[in-house]
């Protein structure tokens, strides 16, 4: 492991185990790097075909790191290593679709281009298709790129396929564009943009007092619908499901321009729910090297155990054999709070889990009111 270590790419950044954001110029000096060290090799005296060191980004090698002055929290990656080996013939497509995806993007960063993943998957599927066969395959390759370059899929040329939206007490203006009123974006709300470049320029201004994350989109557009921003001045924000790189940017821009608005998340009570609610609040291991910089303290206001009482026993659904194997997987992670952990074994204990829906069995504005309720009782953890 110490000649592996040794090895990799840049042996003197060995501890810096989060990607950079990096002027294009620095990217492509590390994709030519990589490139003729990997030329150094084949025209050795002893030419081999060196293996790629790539930051691990198996839950063995994450951990949390807590916040000294700020209440909040992130995973992030140790500098452990894996490989791929083009002698291995189980690893050999995929080191050389990690050279395929730097070829790529080598070319994005000449042009001064950027791509989705998905644009990037039917590129390489028509220029290599007997090495990507699925989206997987090439989102797999993005971020094992990412571990070996260490620096952003967005400094690569890569830029988020957002699914975001947000409405509410916010206003947002792009440099010499057209001033976007949230509150006036009907109950689809405003799409947030893929461009991390964009959302960073963005001009905020917000008269609100709180920030309610929302898992749903449906309930999202519930919510704009019946104006809760009028109600209880908030901003809302749904990254249908789990969240986008971009909405957790924008998301995170939000809450650092704004420090004094708390951030409240409203999800399913089942482990899918909670897990969305930790990729807001602490990132994820999948994308360590990048995501633990967008991490907010977000708490968690519903739907809860002690909420049971409002919904209909007929309303409540067994657990899935999926729904168990998540909370396997956050009952072993070292990242689970304590009251978190309560309410997943209160979930798996029941074998029940509670859609936010099931509270429109008490009338469809039911809704607003458990929530601004839930938020001037303090009623959140």
Known sequence: MADLYKSSLFYSDQLLCYADVLPRSQV???IEVAVLNFLKTLSSPTPAITDLALINRRTSNSHVRRGLLTDVSSVFLSHSFCVRSLMRPNAAKAFIRVWKV?????????????VTQRELFYKLLSSSPEFFASQLQVNISIQEVVALLRCSRH??????????????????????????????????GHAITGDLNVLEKLIIQSDGRYIIVVEKHAIFQRLAEDHIFNQIPSILVTGKGYPDIATRFLLHRISKTFPHMPLFALVDWNPAGLAILCTFKFGSIGMGLEAYRYACNVKWLGLRGDDLQLIPEESLIPLKPKDLQIAKSLMASEILKEPYREELELMVSRCQRAEIEALYCHGYNFLGKYIVEKIVQANYI
Request: aromatic share 2%.
């Open 102 to 114: 730097m070829e790529i993007c080598y070319q994005l960063l000449i042009k001064g281009k950027m």
């Open 155 to 188: 400094c690569l040329g890569i830029m988020a396929s957002s699914r975001g939206a947000i409405a509410g007490r916010l206003v947002l203006q792009e440099p010499e564009q057209e001033i976007v009123d949230c509150t006036m974006c009907g109950s689809s």
């Open 28 to 30: 492509q000096a590390r």
